[in-house]
């Protein structure tokens, strides 16, 4: 049981490439979120899926696109990567997303950690 | 604007001491509460989620406690090890599933 896997761990970007950052989770979790922490700042939620099949704006969206492709995984693409995108990128399932579930834990990956020159 | 603000930013204590975080909220209407615990280069892992009639809740040698009508919470860690040096973040959860991440505290254990 890996939980919730990221890759690339790291990644380096010319301004203006493309890009995409997966995720998988092996928990049999209905939602996922794409979350960027940086320095000196919470995270905050770029991204999220409540359910397969539903993708949601959060916080941050621009420039940014997702894909839920399967109950399991969830990406997340960069079209034209800028600088203010350097970063480190999380994706985090929980097992349901209604208020319902509001007490569910959420479980984190490890981390992408995007430089973008 | 909904606020999660913590306090130190940044705390070094001896093996062995207690120590005691700080996390003030604006967040309304609440849900629930949670601490993480994030080490370097590693994901925020889960300590505890505590709701607006809980006021206090321990994982081992960490006790949260809530007080919802001043908004506040703390993490107080106990007979601290070198393994508590990580970064621990305040996360405030409205009614709606919109979760406001703290900064978080810093803290290092030194031997």
């Known amino acids: 049981n890996a939980g919730v896997t990221q890759t690339p761990k790291f990644q380096v970007l010319k301004t203006g490439q493309s890009m995409t950052l997966q995720c998988a989770q092996d928990m049999n979790h209905n939602s996922m979120y794409w979350y960027r922490q940086d320095p000196g700042m919470g995270l905050r939620l770029i991204y999220y899926s409540a359910s397969e099949g539903t993708t949601d704006k959060g916080e941050v969206p621009n420039g940014y696109n997702v894909s839920r492709l399967n109950k399991r995984e969830f990406s997340l693409r960069l079209e034209s990567a800028a600088p203010s995108q350097t970063s480190v990128y999380f994706c985090a399932s929980r097992l349901a997303f209604s208020s319902g579930g509001n007490l569910y834990e959420q479980y984190f990956g490890p981390g992408t950690r995007l430089t973008v020159t | 604007k909904n606020q999660v603000e913590q306090s130190p930013q940044s705390l070094i204590i001896l093996e062995g001491k207690n120590c005691t975080l700080q996390?003030?909220?604006?967040?309304?209407?609440?849900?629930?509460l949670r601490w993480y615990k994030q080490d370097t280069g590693r994901g925020p892992v889960s300590l505890t989620i505590m709701t607006f009639s809980e006021n206090t809740k321990s994982n081992g040698r960490y006790t949260a406690t809530l007080d919802a009508d001043t908004k506040q919470s703390s993490l107080h860690i106990t007979a601290s090890q070198l393994s508590d040096s990580a970064s621990y973040i305040c996360?405030?959860?409205?009614?709606?599933?919109?979760?406001?991440f703290g900064a978080g505290t810093r803290l290092t254990v030194k031997p």
């Open positions: 996360v405030v959860a409205h009614n709606n599933n919109d979760m406001r």
């Open positions: 996390c003030n909220y604006t967040v309304s209407p609440f849900s629930n």
